[in-house]
């Protein structure tokens, strides 16, 4: 071997060693950095292992969860690593900062958020600095950037390290307007853009103060005037994607859409409901099946074509439908709209969402007629979110197909590249037949035209909808509900709101929706003045 071939040897073996201490390095850093020197980056999750890891025989299984369970050390370390990163920020779709960090005077950092009323949507961050609930949640190690390799490579370097930025679909205007437009009332709304399913905006109210969840006086305050803990409304609880609500005649909506689609009615069809009775309110009529009565006071004709039945949500017609219609046939065309569906699926979102029922046991309304007649009106043991009910309005006004619903427009690395876009395509295709829906969007319009208020609002915009006075029992006022759309030239937006016991539907839930639709037409990607100020000590 020549002097020449000895040193190439000695200098590749050189190189060999080099790259194998590189590997090492990278490995032990990267992949079981965080296992060997555990952070707690979803905080509750990891005091949950040590609490159960800790626990003794006769610990009860079902104790409440406190971060006390975690160890010092590993406290300790998620400070100390989550203080070296600038957490990435929330951008509504007008680029406008939701939630950011702040550095207080005392060179710590601390999260800001800038409009209240998304606390539910958005989340917030814990002591450590950690997402807890929202889009602050399902966006941590992105916010964090933990899951990009250059932030990896900044850690190991121990240079600063800066999450990507979060952009959401929800206009701050109409979020706005839409919040005004609840007045405080308990209950929610949703807004959706039509076509594409992103989530334009979402209320909820009883509401908190995202910037004040570590105060515990603030916390206590919330719950302070309750009195019976049981019926105190929950403040963190987000109405509009996790409700469980009757949505009362709102849901004639899909009893209608199971029955067009499968040719059991005809926009021609005719239906007499018999000679009316009477009591000291006036006349009424009803629908009989298995020995039990659909009561119905909504409309004063004995014979009404279907266009007309759906317009003065007459009960006995709906009844009589749900009740003649196949089991298998209603349940499946409810499952196609959400509620039980065989999977047990909820509405796909960013931020958690609940799934909807069709009843308790849906094996049951194979033998029991009467439950399906209730259900047809959309009583009986329904359960449903707005969210739920505003995907059954956009599946009418897009031919069938039921957008999937999204909070996500995009994610920016903080150079600005674009590392993730906006998701698309449909939750639900072909839910019902095209001529279908035009059918139902034709009625849901006639619904609207029906409605002197409603009519003056929206000269020269194709407006539709359906009100729902959902009957809760034990002496309890209804849900107030109203789910619709509106249509003016590109844009489309999907409504669904709700009131929990706020009574009529048509005069409690539609003004809120007659509100927020003009604002979403006429108004979105306007700009707001900011109304939280900004703490001092930056």
Known sequence: MTLTQRIWHIVNVMILVVIVASSRLVYWQLVRGRELQPIALDPVAAAAQYQAMGADASADPAAPVTLEALPKPVVQRTQAFLAEINRGTIYDRNGRALAYDLETAEGDKRRFYTEPSLAHVIGYVSG??????GIEYRFNETLLGLNRVDTQVSRMVYQPMVGSDVYLTID?????????????????VVVLDGHSGAVLAMVSAPAFDPNRVLDEAYIRSLFANCGDASNCPNAF????????Y????????????????TGQVTPTSVFDVG???RDDKGPYYVYEVDGGIVFDRNHTEQVLNLEQSYVTSANAVFGRIGAEMPPETFIDYAARFGFSRPNGAAPPLEIETRAAQIANDPQ?????????AYTAIGQGELLTSPLNMALV????????????????????HPSGMVLANEPGGNWVTGAMRPETARQVRQMMIAMAQNQRSLRETFPGTAVGG??????????LNAHAWFIGFAEAGERAVVIAVVVEHGGQGGNVAMPIFARTAEAAIHHLGESVEEIVPVPTGR
Request: without cysteine.
């Open 128 to 133: 450590l600095r950690t997402g807890v609930a």
């Open 172 to 188: 701050s205007w109409l979020q706005r307007a839409t919040t005004q437009a609840l007045q405080g009332q308990t209950g929610a």
């Open 237 to 244: 609880f987000n109405r509009a994607a996790l409700g469980a």
């Open 246 to 261: 009757v949505p009362g005649s709102t849901f004639k909506t899909v009893t209608l859409i199971a029955a067009l689609d």
């Open 275 to 277: 000679p009316p009775r």
């Open 364 to 372: 049951a309304l194979f033998h029991n007629n009467l439950l399906r």
């Open 393 to 412: 309005v956009a599946a009418v006004i897009n031919g069938g197909d039921i957008p999937q619903p999204h909070l996500l427009r995009a994610v920016r």
């Open 466 to 475: 359906k009100t729902g006075t959902a009957e809760v029992g034990s002496g």
